[in-house]
């Protein structure tokens, strides 16, 4: 054979083999490739996080920032958990929608604003919050690509501690190996108690089917009067509804709310026509004739009582998400609540397993999550990370609006610690009436000896913004004074906040 044949052939080869090469690196999928519906794993990822809501895709980007190998298994098939899909997301496009439209019904006349025939558009306004949530989901899609983050869509499960059994959601299987995996599953609606009433998402509905009713229900009966209830409440109030909710204790705001603010937080959502039954205990609920019935008792027991409804809200709260992670196979605890037993680093009962949000401990709040996520991360790739749970806010985004962050003045009380209490109210801040937007208060908690803020509380125009002041003067152990002294420009809601921190350690100048 002539060196020229030689030569062509070899050639030849090689581009054969370079073909060969370039089909089988286009079947990979990140650092996983699949054939014929299965896959198998190539090296192993420095990090895996299961779960693509608040704690896990942020868990899964700041990985990525450090330089891991990182993978985010995600079985709904958009990103952002409940939060962006079905819970904190379209609830505020629902919420700041609704009161833009109660607003313009009531409130615009007094403003020099005269306004008719306004009518309610609630196909659009559900289509208004279906685009913000695509836009935001798919947002999250754009920063894993850009942070080189492996998104699998697909339901994982433990074969081992490092290894994950990935049922994909497009059809096969893959496994996926990992050196340090971060549960964060989130939370689902949690049943009622005893099973007396079942969701349908119909006519007796959890938070993702009051988000999603086709018209305005003549009467809506809420079972709970946390943040969940009373946040779905207003929007259906606003548009139409009779509402009414029932709660089993003798205060709403649920966990963490301080006591005087709920009760004025009360008597706001009262003149604006929603009922409360506190104190009172819901036994059952029937559908019957296209309304439902529902039983109660006062909760220390006695006569039982019926509230008519066309819809029922059950926000009883939220529980850990572990169905089909099978935790078993790696040996990972949980405690009687179904939560995942984690300890100060976040740490699981077995080596290279943490676990953040929703599914372990604490309040189950979106940006609670979103901190362990970014510290979970640290301890993997530094050793070291921070979260603060005395300085995790909470707000509800009513109108007004409530918020807080650290102690509450039952606390307080009960701990047998010295405070002082600074308030002030909005009706005396400029801004405030500027707006004609002046119910509310700012509340500060001292340390009576010391000044330092133990607490804030506020209701009022703009709380959930204002309040982030309120937990960096918690964060870094600011005294009221620290905050009195800082120039807060004018005319700003803040200054109402600047004023609280005043009355606490001396005196206001506007009240």
Request: proline letters at 4%; glycine letters at 12%.
């Amino acid at each position: 054979m002539k060196p020229c044949e030689l030569e062509r052939r070899s050639l030849l080869n090689c581009c054969q083999a370079a073909v060969r090469r370039l089909r089988h690196s286009a079947t990979q999928v990140g650092r996983w490739q699949q054939q014929r519906g299965l896959a198998t794993p190539s090296e192993p990822y420095d990090a895996v996080i299961i779960g693509g809501g608040p704690g896990g895709y942020v868990a899964a980007i700041k990985a990525a920032q450090h330089g891991l190998r990182t993978a985010c298994i995600e079985k709904r098939g958009s990103l952002g958990g409940t939060c962006l899909n079905v819970g904190c997301i379209p609830s505020k496009a629902m919420l700041n929608n609704s009161h833009i439209y109660h607003q313009t019904q009531h409130d615009l006349k007094r403003r020099g604003i005269d306004v008719s025939d306004v009518k309610l558009n609630l196909p659009q306004m559900l289509k208004a919050k279906e685009d913000a949530v695509t836009g935001l989901t798919k947002g999250i899609e754009v920063l894993f690509k850009q942070n080189k983050v492996d998104y699998i869509k697909g339901a994982a499960s433990f074969v081992s501690p490092t290894k994950l059994s990935v049922k994909l959601n497009d059809g096969g299987e893959t496994e996926v190996d990992a050196k340090n995996i971060i549960i964060a599953t989130g939370s689902e609606v949690a049943p009622f108690p005893g099973g007396a009433i079942e969701i349908d998402e119909e006519q007796i509905v959890s938070s993702t089917g009051a988000l999603a009713l086709q018209k305005v229900p003549e009467k809506l009966v809420v079972i709970g009067g946390g943040i969940i209830g009373l946040e779905m409440g207003s929007v259906w109030s606003r548009l139409g509804a009779q509402v009414t909710v029932v709660e089993f204790l003798g205060g709403i705001g649920g966990a963490g709310i301080d006591e005087e603010i709920a009760k004025q937080f009360q008597r706001s959502l009262s003149k604006q026509g929603i009922k409360f039954s506190l104190n009172t205990k819901v036994l059952s609920a029937e559908k019957k004739d296209g309304k439902v019935y529902i039983k109660t008792e006062a909760a220390k027991g006695g006569k039982e009582d019926t509230l008519e409804a066309d819809v029922v809200l059950v926000a009883v709260g939220r529980r850990p998400y572990t169905e089909g992670l099978n935790l078993e196979a790696a040996g990972v605890e949980l405690d009687n609540r179904g939560r995942v037993v984690i300890d100060d680093q976040f740490n699981t009962s077995v080596k290279g397993i943490k676990c953040i949000g929703d599914v372990t401990f604490g309040p189950m709040l979106a940006h609670k999550a979103e901190e362990e996520g970014i510290a979970a991360v640290e301890y993997i790739s530094k050793g070291h990370g921070h979260v603060n749970y005395h300085a995790i806010p909470s707000v509800v985004y009513t109108h007004p609006e409530v918020a807080w962050v650290g102690k509450t003045e039952q606390e307080l009380k009960a701990a047998g610690v010295q405070y002082k209490v600074g308030k002030f109210p909005f009706a005396a801040n400029s801004r405030a009436k500027t707006n004609l937007d002046t119910e509310g208060t700012v509340k500060f908690l001292t340390e009576k000896e010391t000044d330092r803020v133990l607490g804030v509380h506020i209701i009022g125009p703009n709380a959930g913004e204002m309040i982030a002041e309120g937990v960096l003067a918690v964060e870094y152990g600011a005294s009221a004074e620290d905050i009195a002294r800082t120039c807060h420009a004018h005319p700003t809601l803040s200054e109402a906040f600047k004023e609280g921190a005043m009355a606490a350690y001396d005196k206001p100048i506007h009240f």
